[in-house]
C-alpha cells in the first residue's frame, strides 16, 4: 500500500518510531471487542485489552451479524486505543456524573462512557448530523442503559447550558490517519488541506462546548489521527484561551503508550505498530475554578413515578410513567435536567422504554428484552435454540410453545426480544429497523470464547 508522500514525511515527528508505523499501516487492523458489563458478565478465553477491563482481542474477525448477542447488545465492536477513555474515566472517579459525548454517532464511546454513570448519572449523546442519529439511537437502546438522552444540535448551542456536564468528550471529526489500514481507500482522500479543514472545525466544536463544563469539570480531548495540527495545536488553542489545569492520568503498567507534551499537559499517543491498536490521540483537561455562575432556574417534568407492577421490573425510582401511559426507566434525579435539556436542545429521545398502559392493560415495548437491568426471574421467558433465535432476530414466525402470552425469548439465557404467544401463532416484537435481514452462512457466538466454556 503506498501512502501519500507528505503524510510520510510529517510521521517523522515521531523520529525512530515512524518507520514501525508506516510497516503496521500496511498490514492488517487489530480487531476487539468490549463486554457490556450490564448484561454480560463472563470472562473471556481471549487476550485483554490493558486499559479497558472488559475488553479482549480477537485473533480473527468472525461474522458478528450471526451471533445473538452481538445484535442484543451484549458487546460492541470497538476499536482497542480508543478504549483508553475508560482509563481515563476510572483516573478521574466520579460519583454519578453527568456527561456529554459531543460527536457521538454511531455509539461506541456513548457505550463505553455509560459505564461509568453509577446509580443516577445521566450521558447526553449529541449527532449534529440527523441521518446519523439513527445508528446512535439503535445501538443506545440496544447496550440497555437507560441514563441517556439523545440529541442533535451544533456544538455552539450548548452555550445556552452553563455549567451543566462533569465531563464532556469531544471525540472530532478528523482526517483519520490512525484508521488508514482499516479503510484502505481513505489514504487517497487525504492532503494537507483536509487536515486544516479538519483542525478548524475541531477548534469550532471545542470551543462551543466549554461554557457547559462545570468549574472542575473535564474535557478530553481525541482524534484517530497522527498530525500536531489536529492534535497538539488544537489543545494549545484551547489552553491559551481558556483557564484549564493539568491531568495526569497513571499508566505505569500499561505498555505501546506514547506521551507527549503541550504546554505541560500530557498528551497521550496510540501508534500502530507501537501500540496494540489503531491510531488514537486523546488529552484531559480540567476546567479551573472560579466565581460561580449563575444557575438557570430548573423547569419540571410531566414525569411522574410509576407505582404500576411491571413484569420483569423491580420496582426502583426510575421507574416512571407519563400521561399518555408511557412507561419508561429514566434517573429521576435527572428529571430537572431533562426540562433544561429540552428547553434549549433539539432531544431526540431519553431513556428506556419498557411498557404502554393501554386501558389498564399492560403492553411490552419491542425494547423491553433489550434493558440492561430486565429480572428474567420476574418475567414468562422462552429459551430458543441458535436457529429459532436467527428466525427472531430476523422477525421471521417461529412456532407457539404452547404457553399463551407475552414472553422473553433468550439464547442461552441471554434476552433477546418480546415475543407475544397467541397459541396459533406467535407476535415476534424485535424492533424491525434492528433485524437480521439476510441469512448468514456461518455460526458464530462470543460464547464460544467462554473462559470457562
Given at each position: 500500500?503506498?501512502?501519500?508522500?507528505l503524510?510520510?514525511?510529517?510521521?517523522k515527528?515521531f523520529?525512530?518510531?515512524?518507520?514501525k508505523?508506516?510497516?503496521?499501516l500496511?498490514?492488517?487492523p487489530?480487531?476487539?471487542?468490549?463486554?457490556?458489563?450490564?448484561?454480560?458478565?463472563?470472562?473471556?478465553?481471549?487476550?485483554?485489552?490493558?486499559?479497558?477491563d472488559n475488553?479482549?482481542?480477537?485473533?480473527?474477525?468472525?461474522?458478528?451479524?450471526?451471533?445473538?448477542?452481538?445484535?442484543?447488545?451484549h458487546?460492541?465492536?470497538?476499536?482497542a486505543?480508543?478504549?483508553?477513555?475508560a482509563?481515563?474515566?476510572?483516573?478521574?472517579?466520579?460519583?454519578?456524573?453527568v456527561?456529554?459525548?459531543a460527536c457521538?454517532?454511531?455509539?461506541?464511546?456513548?457505550?463505553?462512557?455509560?459505564?461509568?454513570?453509577?446509580?443516577?448519572?445521566?450521558?447526553?449523546?449529541?449527532?449534529?448530523?440527523?441521518s446519523?442519529?439513527?445508528v446512535?439511537?439503535?445501538?443506545?437502546?440496544?447496550?440497555?442503559?437507560h441514563?441517556?438522552?439523545?440529541?442533535?444540535?451544533?456544538t455552539?448551542?450548548?452555550?445556552?447550558?452553563?455549567?451543566?456536564f462533569?465531563?464532556?468528550?469531544?471525540?472530532?471529526?478528523?482526517?483519520?490517519?490512525?484508521?488508514f489500514?482499516?479503510?484502505?481507500?481513505?489514504?487517497?482522500?487525504?492532503?494537507?488541506?483536509?487536515?486544516?479543514l479538519?483542525?478548524?472545525r475541531?477548534?469550532?466544536?471545542?470551543?462551543?462546548?466549554?461554557?457547559?463544563?462545570?468549574?472542575?469539570?473535564?474535557?478530553?480531548y481525541?482524534?484517530?489521527?497522527?498530525?500536531e495540527?489536529?492534535?497538539?495545536?488544537?489543545?494549545?488553542?484551547?489552553?491559551?484561551?481558556?483557564?484549564?489545569?493539568?491531568v495526569?492520568?497513571?499508566?505505569?503498567?500499561?505498555?505501546?503508550?506514547?506521551?507527549?507534551?503541550?504546554?505541560?499537559n500530557?498528551?497521550?499517543?496510540?501508534?500502530?505498530?507501537?501500540?496494540?491498536?489503531?491510531?488514537?490521540?486523546?488529552?484531559?483537561?480540567r476546567?479551573?475554578?472560579?466565581s460561580?455562575?449563575?444557575?438557570e432556574?430548573?423547569?419540571?417534568s410531566?414525569?411522574?413515578?410509576c407505582?404500576?407492577?411491571?413484569p420483569?421490573?423491580?420496582?426502583?425510582?426510575?421507574?416512571?410513567?407519563s400521561k399518555?401511559?408511557?412507561?419508561?426507566?429514566?434517573?429521576?434525579?435527572?428529571?430537572?435536567?431533562?426540562?433544561?435539556?429540552?428547553?434549549h436542545?433539539?432531544?431526540?429521545?431519553?431513556?428506556?422504554n419498557?411498557?404502554?398502559?393501554?386501558?389498564?392493560?399492560?403492553k411490552?415495548?419491542?425494547?423491553?428484552?433489550?434493558?440492561?437491568?430486565?429480572?428474567?426471574?420476574?418475567?414468562?421467558?422462552?429459551?430458543?435454540?441458535?436457529?429459532?433465535?436467527?428466525q427472531?432476530?430476523?422477525k421471521?414466525?417461529?412456532?407457539?410453545?404452547?404457553?399463551?402470552?407475552?414472553q422473553?425469548?433468550?439464547?442461552?439465557n441471554?434476552?433477546?426480544?418480546?415475543?407475544?404467544?397467541?397459541?396459533?401463532?406467535?407476535?415476534?416484537?424485535?424492533?424491525k429497523?434492528?433485524?437480521?435481514?439476510?441469512?448468514?452462512?456461518?455460526?458464530?457466538?462470543?460464547?464460544?470464547?467462554?473462559?470457562?466454556?
Amino acid at each position: 500500500m503506498a501512502f501519500p508522500e507528505l503524510f510520510e514525511k510529517r510521521l517523522k515527528i515521531f523520529g525512530d518510531q515512524s518507520a514501525k508505523i508506516l510497516a503496521a499501516l500496511k498490514g492488517n487492523p487489530i480487531l476487539s471487542i468490549r463486554l457490556n458489563s450490564n448484561k454480560f458478565q463472563k470472562t473471556l478465553n481471549l487476550s485483554k485489552v490493558q486499559w479497558c477491563d472488559n475488553a479482549y482481542y480477537l485473533k480473527s474477525r468472525p461474522l458478528f451479524a450471526a451471533d445473538p448477542l452481538w445484535h442484543s447488545g451484549h458487546y460492541y465492536v470497538q476499536e482497542a486505543s480508543s478504549m483508553f477513555i475508560a482509563c481515563i474515566l476510572k483516573a478521574i472517579n466520579l460519583e454519578n456524573p453527568v456527561m456529554l459525548d459531543a460527536c457521538a454517532a454511531p455509539g461506541g464511546k456513548s457505550t463505553l462512557l455509560q459505564e461509568f454513570l453509577g446509580t443516577s448519572g445521566l450521558l447526553v449523546s449529541n449527532e449534529v448530523i440527523q441521518s446519523r442519529v439513527g445508528v446512535l439511537s439503535e445501538n443506545l437502546t440496544k447496550w440497555g442503559n437507560h441514563r441517556r438522552v439523545i440529541v442533535s444540535n451544533d456544538t455552539s448551542q450548548f452555550k445556552t447550558l452553563p455549567e451543566t456536564f462533569d465531563v464532556v468528550l469531544v471525540d472530532a471529526p478528523c482526517s483519520g490517519e490512525g484508521m488508514f489500514r482499516k479503510d484502505k481507500n481513505a489514504s487517497q482522500y487525504w492532503d494537507e488541506n483536509l487536515v486544516n479543514l479538519c483542525a478548524a472545525r475541531q477548534k469550532k466544536i471545542s470551543h462551543g462546548l466549554l461554557d457547559s463544563i462545570k468549574e472542575g469539570g473535564y474535557l478530553i480531548y481525541s482524534t484517530c489521527t497522527f498530525n500536531e495540527e489536529e492534535n497538539e495545536h488544537v489543545i494549545r488553542d484551547l489552553i491559551e484561551t481558556h483557564d484549564f489545569e493539568k491531568v495526569d492520568i497513571e499508566i505505569t503498567g500499561l505498555n505501546g503508550i506514547t506521551i507527549r507534551e503541550e504546554q505541560g499537559n500530557a498528551i497521550y499517543r496510540f501508534l500502530p505498530g507501537i501500540s496494540e491498536g489503531e491510531g488514537f490521540t486523546c488529552c484531559v483537561l480540567r476546567k479551573a475554578f472560579k466565581s460561580k455562575v449563575k444557575r438557570e432556574k430548573p423547569g419540571r417534568s410531566s414525569l411522574r413515578a410509576c407505582s404500576l407492577r411491571l413484569p420483569g421490573v423491580k420496582k426502583h425510582d426510575s421507574i416512571l410513567q407519563s400521561k399518555e401511559g408511557n412507561i419508561l426507566a429514566f434517573p429521576s434525579a435527572r428529571l430537572n435536567l431533562l426540562s433544561k435539556l429540552e428547553a434549549h436542545l433539539n432531544v431526540q429521545s431519553f431513556g428506556h422504554n419498557l411498557y404502554k398502559e393501554i386501558k389498564g392493560k399492560l403492553k411490552p415495548e419491542d425494547e423491553l428484552s433489550l434493558w440492561s437491568e430486565l429480572d428474567l426471574n420476574l418475567i414468562e421467558t422462552r429459551e430458543l435454540n441458535y436457529e429459532e433465535a436467527i428466525q427472531v432476530l430476523m422477525k421471521a414466525g417461529i412456532p407457539s410453545s404452547g404457553q399463551k402470552g407475552y414472553q422473553i425469548a433468550c439464547f442461552e439465557n441471554y434476552p433477546l426480544a418480546v415475543l407475544n404467544d397467541l397459541g396459533n401463532r406467535v407476535n415476534n416484537n424485535f424492533p424491525k429497523s434492528y433485524r437480521l435481514r439476510k441469512r448468514q452462512a456461518d455460526t458464530f457466538s462470543v460464547l464460544s470464547y467462554l473462559e470457562d466454556k
